[in-house]
């Protein structure tokens, strides 16, 4: 009996090694810090518990606040350890290559179901941007379907920091919104101006009251009892808003500063012109000369120069090119829309994307440059970025090559590539706060 028992103790041992449960592999882990933060700051992606030299793929997937669905991904191997550090490790494929730690952000685009041509840009600041961030078995080409999930975590982008302050603006005819910064102040006042899409663009105002401005959110068109179209503009309009913030009792004196881009910009360079209480400009994309709309003040008009529609061309696709439309502000005969920036007494920082092919924002920089040293100043900074295209915004705002035109309503090519305008938006951030710094005190 005893043997039989030892025969069948034999033949059972196969059959409990099959169903003993192998050692248990460590699962894997996906930490993204810190996990609710400003949105220009960097995040750290760290991944453990991978095989040594696993291959995978890290998703970013993030929806707009009408539901549109965005993402990005990249191709990883971990190292020795298993371990993947986005900081440190270079992606191999996907949306972009290198070491980029903030590349699954800036290469988010529209979902393969979605409307292709949009942006992410919030419309409200309050709520906070969550980005899920997923880790995939092996490499997936971008559109594929991804393998097996072995990770994943949420990371918020906050657009308004905790004590910020937001003033909805109904100030004499000035409508928009104030940013103040937690505290007493006085804070270093700024005007913010977006382009031609019109209606009011908050989230840089908000990120730089994060960073200590009082910032204006200023729209000019198309917002509450505004003009719906930007046919004349008045200087008039952006002169009282200077001065509403100006004497804020927040806001620090004597001057205040304004920021701008592509119309907004332009704008920007005719109130440091034209008003005492603008003593800092920044000029983003910009134009040298008035463009558009005809620029009212008290007497004087700056006619605006127009876009010659022959002058666009059309991808087989259906992308308009716009770069060669605008009329030449170096031509004699529209002399009279040059802003005549020599009159200034404040600073300018004029940033500008070497591949912006909305309009030629580099030759316009040159032309400023050129006016103001002819009047013998010198008071001037120029950040020109290679590869950079036409909308440069704070860092990791995806990039977005070509975009639907609000007026237009057709898509128009913004030019830029996306890593090379991923570091001009994280640079020209650091300078464009240290310049305004530095002029406002």
């Known amino acids: 009996a005893a043997m039989w028992r030892v025969l069948a103790a034999a033949a059972a041992a196969p059959a409990r090694a099959l169903l003993r449960t192998p050692p248990a592999r460590r699962a894997a882990s996906l930490t993204l810090s810190p996990a609710a933060g400003p949105a220009d700051e960097r995040v750290e992606t760290r991944v453990a518990g991978l095989s040594p030299g696993q291959l995978v793929t890290l998703r970013a997937v993030a929806a707009d606040d009408r539901g549109c669905l965005f993402q990005s991904c990249a191709h990883y191997r971990a190292d020795s350890r298993g371990e993947l550090h986005l900081g440190t490790d270079a992606s191999h494929g996907g949306d972009y290559t290198g070491v980029e730690p903030m590349g699954l952000f800036w290469s988010l685009a529209p979902a393969g179901m979605e409307k292709p041509y949009q942006r992410l840009v919030p419309r409200s600041t309050d709520a906070p941007m969550k980005v899920e961030v997923l880790v995939h078995q092996g490499h997936s080409p971008p559109g594929a379907m991804p393998g097996p999930v072995v990770a994943k975590a949420e990371v918020q982008r906050l657009f308004t920091a905790p004590g910020v302050r937001r003033i909805r603006l109904k100030e004499g005819v000035v409508r928009g ?146 770069f060669e439309a605008l009329d030449d502000p170096a031509n004699p005969a529209n002399s009279r829309s040059v802003i005549p920036i020599e009159k200034a007494e404040g600073h300018f920082l004029l940033v500008v994307g070497e591949d912006d092919r909305i309009w030629k924002s580099s030759l316009y920089a040159e032309l400023a440059i050129r006016r103001l040293r002819q009047h013998g100043k010198e008071n001037f900074e120029l950040l020109s970025y290679p590869g950079a295209g036409h909308r440069i915004d704070p860092p990791s705002t995806p990039f977005c090559q070509v975009a639907v035109d609000r007026v237009l309503g057709v898509p128009v090519l913004g030019g830029g590539e996306s890593k090379a305008h991923a570091h001009a938006q994280e640079h020209s951030w650091g300078k464009i706060q240290e310049f305004l710094h530095l002029h406002l005190g």
Do not use: W
Not at 201 to 225: K, M, N, Q, V, W
């Open 177 to 322: 919104s104030l940013f103040l910064p937690p505290g007493d102040g006085p804070f270093p006042g700024v005007i913010d101006m977006y382009g031609d899409e019109g209606g009011l663009i908050e989230f840089r105002s908000s990120l730089l009251a994060t960073h200590g401005f009082a910032a204006l959110s200023l729209p000019y068109f198309d917002f509450e009892d505004l003009p719906r179209v930007m046919k004349e503009l008045k200087l008039e309009y952006f002169e009282e808003a200077a001065r509403f913030l100006q004497r804020h009792p927040k806001v620090k004196g004597p001057g205040i500063g304004v920021i701008g881009t592509g119309k907004g910009a332009e704008l920007a360079l005719s109130m440091i012109t034209f008003l005492p209480e603008v003593v800092a400009a920044v000029s983003i994309s910009g134009c040298s000369s008035n463009t558009v709309a005809d620029l009212h003040y008290g007497e004087m008009t700056l006619p605006g120069l127009r876009f010659d529609m022959k002058k666009v061309s059309v991808s087989d696709s259906g992308v308009f090119d716009i």
